[in-house]
C-alpha cells in the first residue's frame, strides 16, 4: 500500500523561533511516517523582520507560492499542513494560500501556534471576522497546543474540526545535567515587551544587590516594536535596558546572544539554573517546554497553554508584575533545593510531550476522521 503524500507549507529557519523549532522537529523526515514534501516558508534574515509588510517579504511571499503550486500541482497531496497567522495582515496570507492549496488535496490541516486568536473573531473589524470564519472553516481540522486554547475559537470553528498537538519536547534536552549550585538566570525569547523582557530588566538592580553572584543569560533577538503582540504597554526596550541596566554600570552581568541554536544551544541551557520568561502572551512555549526537559526550575506567566504545562508548585506572576517576579525569584535563589525540586518536576513533566509520543499525536491527527 503506497504512503500518503503530505505537502507542508511552514517556516523551518533560519531564523529560529518556537514555530520554526517546533516544526522541524514534527517534521524530521527520518522519523515522518509519510511521504513529505516542505515548502520553507523562512526567508528573513532575523526575527525582528516578521510581520513586516516589504517589497522583500511580498517578493519572498510570492516565490513560495509558485513552490507551493507547482509542488501540489505535482504530488495531489493527501493532506496538506500549514501554520494559521494570528493578526489580520497574517489572515490575509492564510486565506489566500488556503484557497490555493483547496483544489490539490482532499484535506487541509491547519495549526494555531499561540494563545489569541480570538481576538481576529470576538475583537476585530468587520472585515477580518470575516475573512477569519470563513478562512478558517476552509480546513477540514485547525491543531490547537493544548485542550484549553480550543476556547479561543469558540463560536468561529465546529468543535468537531480541532485537535490537539502540543509543542514537542526535543530529545536532546533530556540528557542535560544543570549546576543548581550557581546563580544564573535564562531568558530565551525575543527580547521585546510581550516576552516580558523589561519586566525582568526592571527588577535586575535588587536582584543583583539581594545575590552579588547572581548572571543573566539571555537568548534571542531585540525587538523594539512589536508587530503581532499589540496590546502590550507601550514602552521602549532600549530604554529600559538603559535606565535599569547600563546607567548602574550592570552590563557585565549579562550574557546576551542571538540566533542561538545547536549544540552552543544547550549548553547556554545546561549552564542556568534559573528559567525565566514573563510573557504577556504565549501558546505554547518551546522555550519553557526546553526549560522543563532540561530539568530548570520556571518562572513563567499563567498565560496560554502554560497552566496545563507545568507542574503543581510552579511559581507562576501576573505579565508585567514585577513584585511578584522578583518573589519568585528571591525565593528561587535563595535555595538550591528548592531549584533541584522544582527542576526535577518539571523533567518528570516534559516525558509528556517527548518529541517522539508528540509526532505520533501529529501523524494521527492529520488524518483523524471527523466524530
Not at 44 to 68: D, M, P
Not at 116 to 142: E, F, G
Not at 304 to 331: M, N, Q, R, Y
Not at 352 to 366: K, N, P, S
Request: proline residues 7%; aromatic residues 10%.
Amino acid at each position: 500500500m503506497a504512503k500518503r503524500e503530505v505537502v507542508a507549507f511552514v517556516p523551518m529557519g533560519p531564523p529560529y523561533a518556537g514555530p520554526e523549532v517546533s516544526n522541524s522537529i514534527l517534521l524530521k523526515p527520518d522519523k515522518f511516517p509519510f511521504n513529505l514534501h516542505v515548502i520553507n516558508t523562512s526567508y528573513q534574515t532575523s526575527n525582528a523582520e516578521k510581520g513586516r509588510l516589504t517589497l522583500r517579504s511580498l517578493a519572498a511571499w510570492g516565490r513560495n507560492l509558485l513552490k507551493l503550486l507547482r509542488t501540489l500541482a505535482r504530488v495531489g497531496p493527501d493532506a496538506f499542513y500549514y501554520n494559521l497567522s494570528a493578526t489580520p495582515l497574517g489572515l490575509v496570507k492564510d486565506f489566500v494560500v488556503i484557497n490555493l492549496a483547496g483544489p490539490f488535496t482532499a484535506r487541509i490541516v491547519a495549526h494555531a501556534r499561540g494563545g489569541h486568536y480570538y481576538r481576529l473573531h470576538r475583537d476585530a473589524p468587520l472585515w477580518v471576522k470575516i475573512l477569519a470564519l470563513w478562512t478558517w472553516n476552509k480546513c477540514h481540522r485547525i491543531l490547537v497546543q493544548s485542550k484549553g486554547l480550543k476556547e479561543q475559537f469558540r463560536g468561529a470553528v465546529p468543535a468537531y474540526k480541532l485537535g490537539v498537538v502540543p509543542n514537542p519536547a526535543p530529545e536532546e534536552f533530556f540528557h542535560l545535567r544543570p549546576d543548581y549550585s550557581k546563580r544564573v538566570i535564562l531568558f530565551v525569547g525575543h527580547r521585546s515587551v510581550a516576552k516580558g523582557w523589561t519586566t525582568l530588566l526592571k527588577v535586575v538592580p535588587d536582584i543583583v544587590e539581594r545575590f552579588p553572584d547572581v548572571r543573566f543569560v539571555a537568548l534571542g533577538t531585540e525587538i523594539e516594536e512589536e508587530t503581532n503582540i499589540t496590546w502590550v504597554p507601550k514602552e521602549s526596550v532600549r530604554q529600559v535596558w538603559k535606565e535599569y541596566v547600563v546607567k548602574r554600570g550592570l552590563e557585565d552581568r549579562f550574557t546576551i546572544r542571538e540566533n542561538v541554536h545547536g549544540v552552543e544551544k544547550l549548553k547556554f541551557y545546561e549552564s542556568a539554573s534559573v528559567f525565566v520568561l514573563p510573557s504577556y502572551s504565549e501558546g505554547f512555549s518551546m522555550a519553557v517546554l526546553e526549560a522543563m526537559a532540561t530539568g530548570l526550575p520556571v518562572i513563567t506567566t499563567p498565560v496560554g497553554a502554560l497552566p496545563e504545562v507545568l507542574p503543581e508548585g510552579t511559581p507562576f506572576v501576573k505579565p508585567g508584575d514585577t513584585e511578584s517576579l522578583k518573589e519568585a525569584l528571591i525565593k528561587l535563589l535563595e535555595s538550591e533545593e528548592e531549584r533541584k525540586k522544582l527542576g526535577g518536576r518539571n523533567r518528570k513533566r516534559a516525558r509528556d510531550f517527548h518529541e517522539d509520543r508528540v509526532r505520533g499525536i501529529f501523524a494521527e491527527e492529520l488524518f483523524r476522521t471527523f466524530p
